[in-house]
């Protein structure tokens, strides 16, 4: 079992986490579990390679029939 010093500074509370726990990224969620306090990384959503490719828009599943004039937008005040 490895320890962490728990630091104190202006109200706030932090952990000096050990070399071998360190995290990537610029955010972790956090929750609790029982007595445990659980990090994890935040990761950046990204897209598979040719993710959007895959979408063919000229379906014809995707036309949408006129929907009319737009109504002018009322006056406020």
């Known amino acids: ?3 962490a010093e728990i630091v104190r500074d ?3 509370q932090w952990v000096r986490l050990p070399e071998e726990f360190r995290l990537e990224g610029e955010a972790v969620s956090i929750r609790r579990q029982g007595e445990a306090i659980v990090l994890e990384p935040v990761k950046a959503a990204t897209w598979p390679s040719g993710f959007f490719d895959r979408f063919r828009i000229d379906d014809p599943a995707f036309d949408r029939s006129s929907q009319g004039p737009i ?3 009322p006056r406020l005040g």
Do not use: V
Request: aromatic content about 0%.
């Open 71 to 73: 109504p002018p937008a």
């Open 10 to 12: 202006d109200g706030s």
């Open 1 to 3: 079992m490895k320890l």
